[in-house]
């Protein structure tokens, strides 16, 4: 009986012909540049709310809720233990029975302006602002070691393997500071856990984006007027976007970092891991679409009964209004 050829030989069974053919590599997007946004950058410039505002797209559809998903789309959620019950299987969760998520399947506007933002063996949320301008968190971002970050793409409310608005790459990120979640996050870094990145491709032209020149305010605390989407990996394995709404926050802690103001914005709504970034958002009288007030950053499900937490403040819309202002 022939014998299989041992490993370290593979090489020599190989076919000469075949081994003489072009190998064909993985490739990836190039990596983008990234600027750490200082105080300086700011003095002098009026960094009023009028850069901040939200656009929709002539003849974009429109839609103040989401279209739900299909029943017969909908995929099983992972286990989940039941309430009070002890056992010695391992559920890091921080999803609040009960779970108020819901699949979505909407291209409308603005759900459109949502997406997945894909990095290196992993993903993230994300929310168009401008043209060519998407935040997330910071702690997405694959900052790389020697300075710098490695590639990301941003797909705008990417379902499965459908993109009907296409793809893009991030060119540059524009950000306060480098979050880090290998070691957790702080209070600080949570406040300011936000970028902007610029588009390959003006993404926004089609998706339209939402407005942030609203400051989350403590007199909002408790009240049930925040949407948020995001891409977690137990509903949807990470592809499908996820819908939450009437979510409340309960109260803040203001922080300074490069002498801006942001808020660790402390709350119990439903998030898993991946839904990092996506946009808490509401709408106002008179406005076209609705503006983000906070990304969703921290996950604490290492605490009994949470809390979560997102950052934004005056920070966040300073620095929309400065990536936009710098590279329309």
Same mark, same amino acid.
């Given at each position: 009986m022939t014998q299989p050829i041992p490993p370290e030989n593979w090489g020599s069974a190989l076919d000469p012909a075949a081994s003489a053919?072009?190998?064909?590599?993985?490739?990836? @997007? @190039?990596?983008?540049e990234v600027v750490v946004v200082s105080e300086t950058d700011l003095a002098g410039r009026a960094e009023g709310q009028s850069a901040n505002e939200p656009y929709r797209p002539d003849g974009a559809p429109v839609r103040p809720l989401p279209q739900l998903l299909r029943p017969e789309g909908v995929r099983a959620p992972l286990w989940n233990r039941a309430p009070g019950a002890q056992d010695e299987r391992g559920e890091p969760t921080t999803v609040y029975p009960p779970d108020t998520r819901t699949v979505i399947y909407d291209t409308s506007y603005p759900w459109r302006t949502c997406g997945r933002v894909a990095v290196p063996g992993g993903s993230g949320s994300g929310v168009m602002v401008g043209r060519r301008h998407m935040v997330t968190a910071s702690h997405v971002v694959p900052w790389r070691a020697g300075g710098g970050a490695d590639w990301m793409t941003f797909t705008p409310m990417q379902y499965d393997t459908s993109a009907p608005f296409g793809s893009a790459h991030v060119t540059r990120i524009y950000s306060w500071q480098r979050v880090n979640d290998a070691d957790g996050i702080s209070s600080n870094e949570a406040a300011f856990d936000y970028v902007v990145c610029v588009l390959s491709s003006p993404l926004g032209d089609a998706t339209g984006w939402m407005g942030s020149a609203h400051d989350y305010a403590p007199a909002w605390n408790d009240q049930a007027l925040w949407s948020h989407i995001g891409y977690p990996g137990d509903i949807g394995a990470g592809v499908r976007p996820v819908y939450t709404s009437n979510g409340a926050m309960y109260s803040v802690v203001n922080e300074t970092f490069a002498g801006r103001t942001g808020l660790r914005i402390m709350h119990r709504?439903?998030?898993r891991r991946g839904q990092s970034g996506g946009p808490y958002f509401g709408w106002w009288n008179?406005?076209?679409?609705p503006h983000v007030v906070a990304e969703q950053s921290a996950e604490n499900w290492g605490m009994a009964g949470g809390p979560n937490a997102a950052g934004g403040g005056p920070a966040l819309r300073e620095l929309v209004a400065h990536a936009r202002t710098v590279e329309p």
């Open positions: 053919l072009q190998a064909t590599e993985h490739s990836f @997007p @190039p990596r983008p709504n439903d998030v008179g406005e076209v679409g």
